[in-house]
């Protein structure tokens, strides 16, 4: 869903729809009176600012672990193996202060 208040133009899904909407504050917080035609499903949304506008969207739900290993446990082994690397230790740092610059 799109909203700018600058034309009331609201995008939702392939439906187009211009509603008048209010917004409500109280106690820090704002609030939006949706018309009954354009009532989001509940759950969690991100919201972020595009121009004048505020834009909503729907967060995925986030897959249960158990859900994971299934899914997983449906994928092919892969053919390649892990390449072998060479762990050298780490470089000496340089704690050595610049030359100042001339003319300063």
Do not use: Y
């Amino acid at each position: 869903m799109v909203c700018r208040s600058k034309d009331r133009h609201t995008i939702v899904g392939e439906m187009t729809m211009n509603e008048r909407v209010k917004i409500i504050s109280r106690d820090g917080l704002q609030f939006v009176e949706l018309p009954i035609g354009m009532t989001l499903a509940e759950g969690e949304w991100t919201a972020r600012r595009q121009g004048a506008g505020v834009v909503l969207e729907p967060v995925a739900p986030r897959m249960s672990v158990p859900s994971l290993l299934a899914l997983l446990a449906t994928l092919e082994p892969l053919e390649e193996g892990i390449p072998d690397f060479v762990d050298l230790p780490p470089e000496e740092p340089d704690f050595a202060w610049p030359e100042p610059i001339a003319g300063r």
